[in-house]
Each structure stands twice: as structure tokens, then as C-alpha cells.
């Protein structure tokens, strides 16, 4: 008799346990199941137009995103290299007797050109990440605060990798820098000064 009471119970709890069309927010679970063929045709056909309306739609901001992104960062960049180079009329004697024109050039160009690389396209990674970040961390909360917790206690380890990680890739890209820096000024002189080395026959101490 036991057994046979519990049987109900037990279907009754399975089927309160099962989860309903608005827990699992899927569309389909909310169509009726005696919807005619012809109405769930045109409901896909809206459906399908639609997705296609946002894929153009998101293509489209996309593409004037990029756009007015390239060109805010071709107009600092040009900004950047006039005033360099007003900077650079104005410098003494002395500070061209300390640098050499190559190197001078180099960081006029490549160095500026990093700079609009920075400013076109990684703050735009940077912006967006740190967003996907903050509604990610958001929704967690959320949904459990305390699950929300132990998942982003790994935050802070990540955060000092990061630093730590940032930290060596600066140092070695201005030794990189420093390094393009003065192969183009040799570079420079070599070519600047090639004249007198055919003059005097010297090609083969200059490549030395």
C-alpha cells in the first residue's frame, strides 16, 4: 500500500521538477502544438528576416565603426608627425649632435604608427573587453551570488598576471624600439653617405 501511495508522489514531483517553457526560455516551447503549418511557415519566414535584418544591421555598424575608427586614428596620427615635426625645428645643435637622424626618423614613423595602431584598434579591444567583463561578472552575481563569488576569485591572480605579463611586454618592446631605432640610423648613414664610399672605393669596409 506504501509503495502505491508513493507512486503518484513520486510522478506528481517529477513532473513539478521538469522545467516549463519560460524557465527555459526557448521559443519553440511556447508555440501551440496545434498551430496550423501554414502559420508556423510565416512565423519562420519573420523570423528568418529578421536574423537577416540584424546580421545587415550588425554588419553595416560594424563596417562605420572600423571606418570612423581607421580615420580618427590617420587624423591624430597626422596631427602627431606635424607636431613632431614643428617640435623637432626647434630643437639645439646639441640635441642633434646626441641623436642620430635615422633614429630621429625612425620614431617619427614606426613609433607613431604604433601609436594609431593603439589608438584605432586596441582601445577598441580594451573598451569592449572590459564591458563583456563587467556584464559577465554581473550576470553571475546575479544568478548566484555565492557561485558568482568563487568564479571571479580567480579575478585578482588573473589581474597581477596581467600587470606582471604587461610589464615584460613593455620593457621588450622599447628595447625593440630602441633596437629598430638604430638599425635605421645606420641604415641612414650608409645610405646618406654612400657617394663618398663609392668615391673612394670603400664597399666592402662599409659592409664590414
Not at 544591421?57 to 596620427?77: A, C, R
Not at 613609433?111 to 564591458?131: E, K, M, R, W
Not at 638604430?182 to 663609392?198: D, H, K
Request: net charge neutral.
Amino acid at each position: 500500500n506504501l509503495a502505491v501511495d508513493a507512486a503518484p508522489a513520486a510522478a506528481d514531483a517529477a513532473t513539478s521538477a521538469q522545467p516549463t517553457a519560460a524557465q527555459t526560455n526557448c521559443w519553440f516551447d511556447t508555440l501551440p502544438s496545434n498551430a496550423p503549418t501554414a502559420d508556423l511557415l510565416r512565423g519562420l519566414g519573420r523570423l528568418s528576416l529578421v536574423l537577416v535584418g540584424l546580421y545587415i544591421f550588425g554588419s553595416i555598424s560594424g563596417g562605420l565603426m572600423f571606418f570612423m575608427m581607421s580615420w580618427s586614428g590617420q587624423k591624430v596620427l597626422t596631427a602627431l608627425r606635424g607636431d613632431l615635426f614643428d617640435h623637432l625645428q626647434r630643437l639645439s645643435l646639441g640635441f642633434y649632435s646626441k641623436h642620430e637622424s635615422g633614429d630621429l626618423m625612425s620614431r617619427i614613423t614606426n613609433d607613431s604608427n604604433i601609436i594609431q595602431q593603439a589608438i584605432s584598434f586596441a582601445l577598441i579591444q580594451v573598451v569592449s573587453g572590459s564591458l563583456l567583463i563587467v556584464w559577465i561578472a554581473w550576470v553571475m552575481l546575479r544568478t548566484n551570488f555565492l557561485y558568482g563569488l568563487l568564479s571571479l576569485a580567480v579575478v585578482p591572480l588573473m589581474a597581477l598576471t596581467t600587470v606582471w605579463f604587461s610589464g615584460q611586454a613593455r620593457k621588450a618592446f622599447r628595447s625593440a624600439r630602441r633596437e629598430i631605432g638604430n638599425v635605421n640610423a645606420e641604415l641612414e648613414e650608409g645610405i646618406s653617405g654612400v657617394r663618398e664610399v663609392q668615391a673612394f672605393s670603400r664597399e666592402d669596409a662599409n659592409i664590414e
